[in-house]
């Protein structure tokens, strides 16, 4: 599956514009996803998180990239370069 082209084509069917590429929010809204930050903590958790989830700044910045690794993980085609290119 290409994660690329099926993320590009959800948020393409949102009212508003989403910037999945950057943004853990707009990732969840494309899922359909509550993207509270209570939401985003508990994802953080499932994902195994182990820094600081009051610093929603790191975790914001932390959550995409494991959502696209665990899409990946499971059969997902990602472009070469995903979510944030180079940095870990």
């Known amino acids: 599956m290409d994660v690329e082209a099926v993320l590009t084509r959800l948020a393409a069917q949102k009212k508003e514009k989403l910037d999945w590429r950057h943004s853990i929010v707009d990732l969840m809204k494309v899922f359909d996803l509550v993207s509270s930050l209570s ?15 009051h610093d929603s700044a790191a975790m914001n910045i932390w959550l995409p990239k494991q959502v696209m690794r665990k899409l990946a993980e499971n059969g997902g085609t990602l472009p070469t370069c995903s979510i944030s290119c180079g940095e870990e």
């Open 39 to 53: 939401a985003r903590k508990q994802l953080a958790q499932e994902l195994h998180y182990t820094g600081d989830t």
